[in-house]
């Protein structure tokens, strides 16, 4: 009967469909070993039995197998701990082990039971990466949606990327009338030195000419890379074109010290990272592009601007130089004739007063004129004196009671000033056409960054609604505004009346900011 019970015993050890181990407990002594453990192993029940554990590899260090000897002897079982192991043919393999101590014969022996979890571990790696994968494109999509700073979003992608495809090192080229140049990278220590190796080798030319990804097993033995002692370190290697509209812009290099680091999924990944990194490349230029576009041309419409102000300095000194002297000259004279006209020859001093009046009235005319094309006094007054003595003529012919407030204004570029007065001219000339005002505020604030001028009137009688479509002539003096980097506001309230504002910075200098137009 005992035989037949070991015998029985030995038909299920040698039968059960995992692999089982029986092994003394101190050196680890393998005594027998089930098919199960032979098939999942490679090994014959010779090359085991009679061998250690730690002959066979399954310890990392001897450390490790006298701390799992102790946690055995104190619980008397270990359940479901995670070991890799390897088998006959060198790969290694991920097990489930299971170990508990048995006596028999007054001896001590361990049971051990190996539960290969190879594939489900890998599977639930592979599922593992690819949430991370998914989870780290979502993320670089927002950032590449929520920042125009093109450095510092392709630094975080390179950091996203690093998330789901180990490197030591990783660069983005991009291609320009010349070459092909480095535009982002991480992991470089001699930076220069390795970005001008990669540059260099002929792995960059051929992603450019076959615009699919190549990888490279050991770069160290392939003739297309350029060694360099500071690129002693790349082994494996994964290069990723950028396309956009099946053109070629750059590409993605993706390095390794491990050879044979990179295969199919880290191809597939990679590309889906490439796609979103070669849109956001191509959006920057096509900003920079329409950025360039738009400075040249408020470049030409500043231009345009200082042209008008030029020529309306040469009609204005015209005006108050020859005909103003003309008019002058003409006024002097008929004062003359007047003077020597004889007492009975009234109906003809009576026609010189006239032609004298409206000689007197031309010539305010045109001096009002000449003033409003521009100022004269602008150049040795300052724009405060300047807006001053406008305020002055402006009240004195609208009837419009008109306080000035100036905080003190140091001299500003002839373009600012120039706008300034022109701003005023339009804001007070709307203010007298298009409301009830009775008073308005003018207030002239300098500060070390900006200049701001805002008028003011107290006429509450009409709505926002209302008042919004007369200020159509504020479009073209808000162009100049804006060509300057400033601001024009309009606020309308029934509380408070009417405030407009312009504020222009002073913090950079504009182009023409010397000239005298």
Known sequence: MKIQSEVLLQAVFQSNPIAIVIATVEEGVILDVNDSFVRAMGFTR?????????????????????AFIDALKSQRIVQDIQVILPVKSGEERIFSDTSEIFESGGKE????MLHDITESKRLYESEKWRREAAEAMQRMT?????SLNLDQVLQNVLTYLGQVIRYDSVCLFLLKDDGVYPIASKGFEDQDEILDALFESKLIAELQRVR??????DVQTDLRFKPRPSTAHIRGWLGVPLMVHG??????????????????????????FATPIAVVIENAQLYDKLRASHEQLKQLHRQLILSQEHERQR???????????????MQFNLDSIRTALPPELQSLRQQTDELLSMVGALTKQIRLMAHDLRPPALA???ISGVLEDYIYDFAEGSGLEIDYQNTGTPPLPADVSICLYRFLQVALTNVSKHTHASHAQVNLQCAADYVRLSV??????????????LFDEFAQIQQYIELLNGQLTVEVSAEHGLQITAQIPLSEPTQNSAQKP
């Open 46 to 66: 010779k090359d085991v039995i009679g061998k250690t554990t730690s002959e066979l590899g399954f310890w990392k260090t001897n450390e490790q197998r006298l």
């Open 109 to 112: 022996f361990v049971v051990t």
């Open 142 to 146: 927002l950032d590449i949606m929520s």
């Open 212 to 217: 699919q990804p190549i990888v490279v097993a």
């Open 247 to 272: 053109q070629f812009i750059g590409c993605l290099t993706i390095d390794s010290k491990q050879a044979n680091a990179y295969n199919e999924p880290h191809i597939a990944l990679a590309q889906r």
């Open 315 to 329: 009609i204005s000194s015209q005006l108050h130089e020859d005909t103003g002297q003309t008019l002058v000259a």
């Open 380 to 382: 040795t007054l300052g």
């Open 456 to 469: 003011s009137e107290n006429d509450r009688t009409r709505d926002s609604a209302q008042r919004t479509p």
